[in-house]
């Protein structure tokens, strides 16, 4: 794979801040008045998690060498999000946990 060249990155960089743009201008101009619709609302509150969801979820299942390390990790991150402990902590342990599992897969011959 070679390095991206300049004029590249250039053409990246001006899509990338022109879709960043839209995805906040759009609802400026369409959306002159308060929403009161407490439907639209919620709806338009909850876009950024399920987006957000939508690409981090397939990729923690895709980042280990194995899928039982990558649910050993989620499983504990979503454990302690549970018990309300900071993202410090949470992703610390998420990820000791997915490195564990790892080494033991390792250790055990099933990697």
Do not use: D, N
């Amino acid at each position: 794979m070679s390095p991206v060249s300049f004029q590249g990155f250039w053409g990246y960089l001006l899509v990338m801040a022109g879709v960043t743009y839209l995805i906040r201008m759009i609802p400026l101009a369409f959306f002159r008045q308060k929403i009161h619709s407490p439907f639209l609302r919620s709806f338009l509150f909850y876009v950024p998690y399920a987006v957000l969801s939508a690409m981090t979820v397939p990729a923690i299942f895709s980042s280990t060498a194995s899928p039982w390390s990558a649910l050993a990790g989620v499983t504990a991150a979503v454990w302690l999000a549970f018990r309300e402990k900071g993202l410090l902590t949470v992703a610390l342990a998420a990820c000791g946990a997915a490195f564990a599992a790892e080494r033991l897969l390792a250790l055990a011959g099933m990697l």
